[in-house]
């Protein structure tokens, strides 16, 4: 039930193309759902978070959808540039409980 | 402002070998963290602070070996390496067991031959 499940675990887009990243979780309880970026050779770097008291939040080409009654949350990415290869984490957590994190999906982004 | 500080960035041990892997940050975070990354598994958490002086186990602890002397440190330790605990080693820290988001440090390559 802390399982936070991920797909795909790559993803190849075009250039200007939207990429798309989903999440499925059981517990819930969970309270704060976040996507953090990795490029190689760092650590992970939080992109943006949501909270399930709104179905959406936009922050410029990033974007979360969150779907309570489905349990579900997704990452959009418009006018996808090379710039956003990177790996990419969802997670989620309750209150003061450990940041459960999702398996990764490997986002390459071809010119 | 350097964040989240990790040393070494690369490391081979032997099976058997102990060492410590160090972890500092300079934001006066209350929360730190030790994840492992392993391919196709996401991070994993090692063991967790909430303050100087507390520490607490977090999904797989087994191997591993914290303390938390002070507010800025928190060094983790492998008691005797194992090929089973190569991985990339991260540490995070946060202002605390709420607060977002957590800062991450860029890692520790281990190597257990």
């Known amino acids: 039930q802390q399982q936070v499940k991920q797909s795909p675990q790559s993803l190849i887009v075009q250039k200007g193309g939207i990429s798309i990243i989903n999440c499925a979780y059981e517990?819930?309880?969970?309270?704060?759902f976040p996507w953090y970026q990795q490029f190689p050779g760092k650590g992970p770097a939080l992109l943006i978070a949501i909270r399930p008291d709104v179905s959406e939040k936009k922050e410029g080409r990033f974007t979360i959808s969150f779907n309570k009654s489905a349990k579900q949350f997704s990452l959009h990415i418009m006018d996808s540039q090379p710039g956003d290869s990177a790996t990419y984490f969802c997670a989620a957590k309750h209150n003061t409980d450990k940041l459960i994190f999702g398996t990764g999906t490997r986002l390459q982004v071809f010119p | 402002n350097a964040g989240v500080t990790q040393t070494p960035k690369f490391q081979v041990l032997k099976t058997g070998q102990s060492m410590t892997l160090q972890c500092a940050q300079d934001m006066n975070h209350e929360y730190m963290s030790w994840y492992r990354q392993d391919p196709g598994m996401g991070l994993r958490l090692i063991h967790y602070?909430?303050?100087?002086?507390?520490?607490d186990q977090g999904e797989v602890p087994n191997g591993y070996n914290v303390s938390r002397s002070t507010t800025e440190d928190f060094p983790l330790r492998l008691l005797s390496a194992a090929p089973s605990q190569t991985s990339v080693y991260f540490c995070?820290?946060?202002?605390?067991?709420?607060?977002?988001?957590?800062?991450f440090g860029d890692g520790t390559r281990l190597s257990i031959l």
């Open positions: 602070s909430v303050g100087a002086g507390i520490t």
């Open positions: 995070a820290s946060s202002y605390s067991p709420r607060g977002q988001p957590q800062h």
């Open positions: 517990n819930t309880a969970f309270d704060y």
